[in-house]
């Protein structure tokens, strides 16, 4: 499994922006056999998904609460994938997850959604949006 890092949490006021990073722990984990998703939890609440893109990085899948307002991308030279989350809202608090998953597993879009096939989790961090 791999093992993975994200970074660039904060503190950030309403509309505000924050950029995510999720790198693997070792340079023998290559990202670029995985699917990568994003999945968060507030305090309280059940954890959710976010976002996600395939190995490719040629389709991605967002939640319908920030469809418009994040972005999910991979670098695949940096060996790196991202969510740049901009007019941040207090509900968007969380910490927020990175997920990798074998391809296999994703046998159709909707497979994107859900946490199931995603085997490698990060410890995550933490967004906090001001009002």
């Known amino acids: 499994q791999a093992q993975i890092l994200e970074t660039g949490g904060g503190v950030v006021q309403a509309g505000g922006s924050l950029s995510l990073s999720c790198t693997a722990s070792t340079s023998e984990i290559r990202f670029s056999n995985y699917c990568m998703g994003w999945f968060r939890q507030a305090p309280g609440k059940e954890r959710e998904f976010v976002a996600a893109?395939?190995?490719?990085?040629?389709?991605?899948y967002y939640a319908e609460t920030v469809k418009g307002r994040f972005t999910i991308s991979r670098d695949k030279d940096k060996n790196t994938a991202y969510l740049q989350m901009n007019s941040l809202k207090p509900e968007d608090t969380a910490v927020y997850f990175c997920a990798a998953g074998d391809p296999m597993g994703f046998y159709d879009s909707s497979t994107y959604y859900s946490d199931s096939p995603y085997e490698s989790w990060g410890q995550g961090t933490q967004v906090t949006v001001s009002s």
């Open positions: 893109i395939d190995w490719s990085g040629s389709a991605t």
